[in-house]
Nanobody, 115 residues
């Protein structure tokens, strides 16, 4: 079993920044990628970004150029950095990973961007 815990969410004004984190219960990210998703009120969950086990990153068009992901040296924490936030970025953000065919999700962290 792997536990994922997100943190770092909060209320920020448009144009501001937030740094989230996704902490795993072991160094799962040394051999597995991690994806970020978000779900806005009344909308379906959408994929935001991914960092592969090799450290490569891919971003959704809606966040490209504003969001980046990095990985801690211990390979048990991933840090999404969100800059130039917009009101439409308001959502609950989730991290997700897969190991041995098992899908793991965190509980989510709320990000609210005021205009």
């Amino acid at each position: 079993q792997v536990q994922l815990v997100e943190s770092g969410g909060g209320l920020v004004q448009a144009g501001g920044s937030l740094r989230l984190s996704c902490a795993a219960s072991d160094s799962i990210f040394s051999n597995n990628g991690m994806a970020w998703h978000r779900q806005a009120p009344g909308k379906q969950r959408e994929w935001v970004a991914i960092i592969t086990s090799g450290g490569n990153t891919v971003y959704a068009d809606s966040v490209k150029g504003r969001f980046t992901i990095s990985r801690g040296n211990a390979k048990d924490t991933v840090y999404p950095q969100m800059n130039s936030l917009k009101p439409e970025d308001t959502a609950v953000y989730f991290c997700q990973t897969i190991r041995d065919g098992q899908n793991y999700w965190g509980q989510g962290t709320q990000v609210t961007v005021s205009s």
